[in-house]
């Protein structure tokens, strides 16, 4: 029997393939796949746990809501009454037909009304206003622990510091998009273009990437905005409240709008056929919109009956997503070039007649690899039929067979490098051909750029034009060498002035004080982003103990997987790589974690209970740094608490741990422990 046809094969499949892609995505930060083919991967897998209950597990992806949230901010817990869901999502005006359908048959009437609102792909967040006041901007994160940005959204213009209203409740919260405009965003892109930065991948990614920076002011230069599109009336416990403006989506939207916040364009419509309507008209005025909308949401208006409809674990049964289909066009193929990555990867690289899509012209797509190539048939001088979606770069989705006169060439990827000629070979198991040459130029110059950009060492005016005048001078063959570069060598570039020569060689200097989390990430191992870089750093506190540990003692580190650890081992082992690092270090680069390492954790596995309020810092704050030294801290005393830490007027907490006989820290006790 075929493998592939047994329903559990393919339910293992899935699960492992999608648990891959969000690690990529959600912790990596380095996505391999477009939205759409994950998307496809969840439904299909959804779609087999449902036709077979035996197979469902509570651990699959398609129990969990989203990604995981990020260590570096402090997690936020949302309202447990009020998870942050995901939407289901329609690809078709059949689709959508079938969820109305459904609609009806679990209300058992259709004395309703939908509201559609622009669909905007950005990345949700929950504000809390208390007394009129913004007191917490969170990110989604899994839908229940989230990520506290308030200092963040505080920078964005259009979201109220404070609310006056007549009729302003006392507690609530309002959730929305935040997003960025076409224009800021290509704007950004150019910027780090030119400062030899990689460009976001799609505004999502940008306003992602802004929202989550640990620096607020950097946030503030980045011109964010945001929709709000749904509101909660509580109490000071966080229960709902019942309240005339939330009476319905269409009346808290208004409500929301009264209040000074941005809200989406809404309509309100008594029936499918409004409704389809509607997405029509979205549909014919998207282009001409200042900001990428990826489908609308459609959502029953009545909240009385939203909840009556209730929701699965992951979505809403009173609201959809309908997606519009990626913009095309035809154009001819005018040739495959090979371009050369830090990593040694050739990538093809579609070379088109230029055609005008969705606002721009477009001359180059990406092609992927070889056996895509193979796979789609795409032959030199094809008309070919071009995507694109949020995406900066487009793809090839197909070739128009129909078109072809017969004297077009099938691609074959060259067996030598383009640039430095040396053997290019693939791997067996693998997509991509990679380019062996050690002192290849191009690889040079992509590792140099990747190490001189922010997030990595963060080299102010080490553009790409710079970078590659000083590895075809022969000024710079690896990171290391960039330490050595003197003003006077500076200055004999091409169009470099005294004084950028000066700032160059002082923000190569500079650079020698960041801490090992970016220089883990600068190096550009294969695999470690800047999150895996963080964590490998953070671990070992040192260089030293990093490049000491093998494989599977960094495999035993939560986030780090087989695939990383062989691929970090692999670089320390190489004799070139530790050279590069003896250089670095001669140079006076520093190589010691910003946080303290396992062996530091002086709290490691102590479990905490804070009560009362701390003088000296914010609970949040004190929370963050027991977790930094290994501690946990938990909301309830058990049997577990090893200390209750009582702030100012304890509540009943501090009394439980005296009947356990849980020690009692005062403040300073506390501050002691942490070393302060
Ligand atoms: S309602 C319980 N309305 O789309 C329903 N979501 O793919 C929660 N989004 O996580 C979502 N525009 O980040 C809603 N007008 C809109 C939206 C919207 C964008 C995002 C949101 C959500 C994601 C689901």
């Known amino acids: 029997m075929d493998a592939a046809a047994r329903p559990e094969d393919e339910i293992n499949r899935l699960r492992q393939q999608i648990r891959h892609h969000e690690r990529l995505y959600y912790i990596e930060n380095s996505p391999a796949i477009s939205d759409a083919e994950f998307d496809y991967m969840m439904r299909r897998l959804a779609e087999l746990e449902e036709q077979h209950p035996p197979l469902a597990s509570a651990d699959s992806p398609t129990r969990?809501?989203?990604?995981?949230?990020?260590?570096?901010?402090?997690?936020?817990?949302?309202?447990?009454?009020?998870?942050?869901?995901?939407?289901?999502?329609a690809y078709s005006l059949a689709e959508l037909g079938k969820f109305h359908q459904r609609v009806v048959k679990n209300l058992g009437h259709e004395k309703f009304q939908y509201t559609v609102e622009p669909k905007i792909d950005g990345l949700s967040v929950s504000l809390i206003y208390e007394k009129g006041a913004l007191t917490l901007g969170a990110t989604r994160g899994d839908g229940t622990t989230g990520?506290?940005?308030?200092?963040?959204?505080?920078?964005?213009?259009?979201?109220?510091?404070?609310?006056e209203h007549g009729a302003t409740p006392a507690r609530f919260e309002v959730r929305g998009e935040v997003y960025i405009h076409r224009d800021a965003f290509e704007r950004i892109n150019e910027k780090r273009e030119e400062e030899g930065q990689a460009p976001f991948a799609n505004p999502r990614n940008c306003a992602a990437g802004s929202l989550r920076l640990l620096d607020s002011r950097i946030t503030a230069a980045r011109p964010l905005d945001i929709f709000l599109y749904a509101l909660y009336i509580t109490d000071d416990q966080g229960r709902p409240l019942e309240h005339p403006a939330t009476a319905t989506q269409s009346g808290a939207v208004e409500f929301m709008a009264a209040l000074g916040f941005r809200t989406p364009d809404i309509h309100l419509c008594p029936g499918?056929?409004?409704?389809?309507?509607?997405?029509?008209?979205?549909?014919?005025?998207?282009?001409?919109?200042?900001?990428?909308?990826?489908?609308?949401?459609?959502?029953?208006?009545?909240a009385r009956l939203q909840t009556e409809l209730g929701a699965t674990s992951k979505f809403p049964r009173w609201a959809i997503a309908y997606k519009y289909a990626a913009v095309q066009a035809q154009t001819k193929l005018l040739d495959i070039q090979v371009q050369v990555g830090r990593t040694g990867a050739l990538t093809p690289v579609a070379i088109l007649a230029p055609v005008?899509?969705?606002?721009?012209?477009?001359?180059?797509?990406?092609?992927?690899?070889?056996?895509?190539?193979?796979?789609?048939?795409?032959?030199?001088?094809?008309?070919?039929?071009?995507?694109?979606?949020?995406?900066?770069?487009?793809?090839?989705?197909?070739a128009v067979e129909e078109d072809r006169a017969g004297d077009e060439r099938k691609f074959i990827m060259p067996a030598t490098c383009p640039v430095c000629g040396a053997v290019a070979s693939r791997q067996e198991g693998e997509a991509v051909t990679r380019c062996t040459g050690v002192a290849c130029p191009a690889q040079i110059k992509e590792r140099l750029l990747h190490y001189t950009t922010r997030g990595a060492m963060d080299i102010d005016h080490a553009g790409p034009a710079i970078i590659e005048q000083l590895v075809e001078e022969g000024l710079a063959h690896d990171p290391a060498d960039l330490y050595s570069l003197t003003v006077e060598q500076a200055r004999g570039l091409e169009r470099m002035a005294e004084k950028s020569a000066a700032n160059l060689v002082k923000a190569i200097g500079a650079s020698k004080q960041r801490p090992l989390e970016r220089l883990v990430f600068a190096l550009g191992i294969r695999h470690v982003g800047a999150r895996a870089g963080a964590v490998l750093a953070r671990h070992f506190g040192s260089m030293d103990a990093l490049m000491a540990a093998g494989?599977?003692?960094?495999?035993?580190?939560?986030?780090?997987?087989?695939?990383?650890?062989?691929?970090?081992?692999?670089?320390?082992?190489q004799e070139a790589n530790r050279?590069?690092?003896?250089?670095?270090?001669?140079?006076?680069?520093?190589?010691?974690?910003?946080?303290?390492?396992?062996?530091?954790?002086?709290?490691?596995?102590?479990q905490f209970v804070l009560t009362g309020t701390l003088a000296s810092m914010a609970r949040n704050e004190a929370k963050a740094r027991i977790e930094n030294l290994g501690g946990r801290v938990t909301s309830s005393v058990t049997k577990k608490t090893d200390y209750i830490v009582a702030g100012a007027e304890p509540g009943s907490k501090a009394e439980k741990a005296r009947e356990l006989g849980i020690p009692i820290l005062e403040e300073k006790d506390l501050l002691e422990m942490l070393g302060s």
């Open 356 to 398: 005008s899509l969705s606002g721009s012209t477009i001359a180059r797509a990406t092609l992927h690899n070889q056996d895509e190539i193979e796979k789609k048939d795409i032959r030199i001088g094809d008309t070919v039929l071009i995507e694109k979606g949020g995406e900066v770069i487009p793809k090839v989705v197909k």
């Open 551 to 573: 494989k599977e003692e960094m495999e035993k580190i939560h986030e780090i997987g087989g695939i990383t650890a062989g691929s970090v081992a692999l670089f320390f082992s």
């Open 147 to 163: 990520e506290d940005v308030t200092a963040n959204v505080r920078t964005i213009r259009s979201v109220p510091l404070v609310v």
């Open 64 to 89: 969990r809501v989203g990604g995981q949230p990020a260590e570096e901010f402090t997690p936020v817990r949302h309202n447990p009454a009020l998870p942050m869901l995901s939407l289901d999502n």
């Open 579 to 606: 050279r590069v690092i003896g250089k670095l270090k001669a140079a006076g680069v520093n190589m010691t974690s910003s946080q303290p390492s396992a062996g530091e954790k002086t709290l490691l596995g102590k």
């Open 272 to 302: 499918l056929d409004q409704v389809k309507e509607a997405i029509a008209g979205f549909g014919a005025r998207r282009d001409l919109l200042d900001y990428e909308i990826d489908g609308v949401v459609v959502k029953v208006d009545s």
